[in-house]
């Protein structure tokens, strides 16, 4: 479902916006660790990385630097050659990947929306865990993206998040849209639509979930939804994402 969202996972001001100010009020918090698990049917991924902002609070207006690192699991059906006389069968092929990224830019935060641009590289590397000579997209594998995120509260009790990125691996692009009503202090319900795109195909999904919830130390956003990828067969995904302001 993914085009390769590493540089925030869209934890962005957004998501940085609902965290705990009433904590510490006078702490100058440079850091915002973030953490995201999703998982879909035929795809696991997690990402893990820390916003730095070196001139500012890190929910203040400056330039922000973000690092991350990823890992994931992936599959899919390939048709493969048979004897003659047979028919051809489908075999599964999984995929392990493992990578990061590294980004630098700007947010421009304001009372009631703020907007980041961060532009840098990011690369992994994807082993088949079953052999497929068709498959050459394998081994190391680097990429130019930039991302572009933003938030707003149009009235009090209403937040929306966006999140776009595009890199140059595959023409991929992926970008999603969450609009939530506070049901409680910085805890926002709604529903939430995206969609991933490369030279393979294009995915849509749509959910459900809630964003700012308090666990711990963390603030935690959870969704669970459809996904959509043109075939007859929708599949279920579920996505966590926890942060942290320190």
Known sequence: MRAGAVFAVSVGAGMA?????????????????????HVAFNQQYSTYGTRFAPL?????????????????KFRY??????????????????TVDFGGGL????????????????VGGLADYRLLMRRDPTNDDTGFRPALAVMAEGWAKPIPNLLVTAYAEAKTRHHATYGKLFA??????????????GFSR????????????????????????ATFGVVDDGSRKNANYLSVVAWRRF
């Not at 500012?56 to 994931?72: K, L, Q, Y």
């Not at 049901?183 to 709604?190: I, L, P, Q």
């Not at 711990?216 to 956003?221: I, M, N, S």
């Open 103 to 118: 980004a630098a830019g700007y947010q421009l935060v304001k009372p009631r929306y703020g907007v980041a641009l961060l």
């Open 198 to 221: 490369d030279d393979y195909g294009t995915e849509r999904f749509t959910g459900f979930g809630f964003l700012g919830v308090k666990t711990g130390p963390f603030r935690v956003k």
């Open 77 to 94: 059906r390939k048709k493969m050659r048979a004897p003659i006389g047979r028919r051809p069968r489908k075999k599964l092929i999984r």
């Open 56 to 72: 500012s609070s890190i929910d203040e207006t400056g330039p922000i630097v973000s690092i991350t690192f990823s890992s994931g």
């Open 180 to 193: 939530g009503l506070e049901v409680d202090e910085e805890v926002f319900v709604g529903p939430e639509i």
């Open 17 to 37: 916006v609902t965290a705990a100010r009433a904590d510490d009020e006078e702490a100058l918090r440079r850091f915002l660790y973030f953490s995201d698990a």
